[in-house]
């Protein structure tokens, strides 16, 4: 990630409100989730599931922000359907995504047979896949960031169902006990977590 870029970027919300980004994590933790378009079944579970943990979040002084493709009036439509309490940004000119490195895939790739039980999984409880955004190639991705220009956890989603684990959020939030800023400012050295397959930081800063 490109931190300075990333925060430099302005995007308009779900009313049409243009945000800076980095004036959100500027004194308090963000976690910051890149959904791969609006209508995506797996994204909106994953941003149901950042909605049940929304309290958690903000008991630990933090906010939770989604950035996804599909235009204003759909990120109101996503925002009202679903429930979302938090922030909803629309990147569909990829100003946000490039700064980030968030992964973009072949077309075909997204029909990976790894993934087909996991959507299976998901429309039995519940989830539909909705008209698409923009960029349906690419993929998720969640980073914890701040307060200030530092990146406390990444995970760039491999696969369509590649989220992060929710405790491995949790967990980076500086209210949960954590070690405070891992990477600050410079490019984010990964570790690979064998259990959740979320990345960290590394314990010692890259300049």
Same mark, same amino acid.
Do not use: C, N, W
């Given at each position: 990630m490109d931190l300075d870029r990333f925060s430099n970027v302005s995007l308009p919300d779900a009313d049409g409100t243009t945000r800076r980004l980095g004036d959100f994590w500027a004194e308090k933790p963000v976690v910051v989730v890149f959904a791969r378009h609006f209508g995506c079944l797996h994204c909106r579970e994953h941003a149901a599931d950042l909605r049940d943990v929304y309290d958690d979040v903000?008991?630990?002084?933090?906010?939770?922000?989604?950035?996804?493709?599909? #235009?204003?009036? *759909?990120?109101?439509h996503f925002v009202t359907e679903d429930e979302i309490p938090y922030p909803v940004l629309v990147d569909d000119h990829a100003e946000a995504a490039?700064?980030?490195?968030?992964?973009?895939?072949?077309?075909?790739a997204l029909f990976n047979p790894k993934t087909f039980a996991a959507t299976r999984d998901a429309r039995?409880?519940? !989830?539909?896949?909705?008209?698409?955004?923009?960029?349906?190639?690419?993929?998720?991705?969640? !980073? @914890?960031?701040?307060?200030?220009?530092? @990146?406390? *956890?990444?995970?760039? #989603?491999?696969?369509?169902?590649?989220h992060a684990s929710l405790d491995e959020v949790l967990?980076?939030?500086?209210?949960? %006990?954590?070690?405070?800023?891992?990477?600050?400012?410079?490019?984010?050295?990964?570790? !690979?977590?064998?259990?959740? %397959?979320?990345?960290?930081?590394? #314990?010692?800063?890259?300049?």
């Open positions: 903000r008991a630990r002084g933090g906010e939770i922000v989604a950035i996804g493709t599909g #235009d204003v009036g *759909y990120a109101k490039r700064a980030a490195l968030v992964k973009r895939v072949p077309f075909l039995k409880r519940g !989830f539909r896949i909705h008209k698409p955004g923009k960029r349906v190639t690419q993929l998720g991705a969640t !980073f @914890v960031l701040g307060p200030g220009p530092s @990146v406390r *956890y990444e995970h760039i #989603d491999q696969t369509t169902v590649d967990a980076a939030l500086p209210g949960a %006990g954590g070690t405070g800023p891992l990477i600050a400012p410079g490019p984010v050295a990964l570790s !690979f977590s064998s259990e959740a %397959g979320g990345r960290v930081g590394s #314990d010692t800063s890259v300049s």
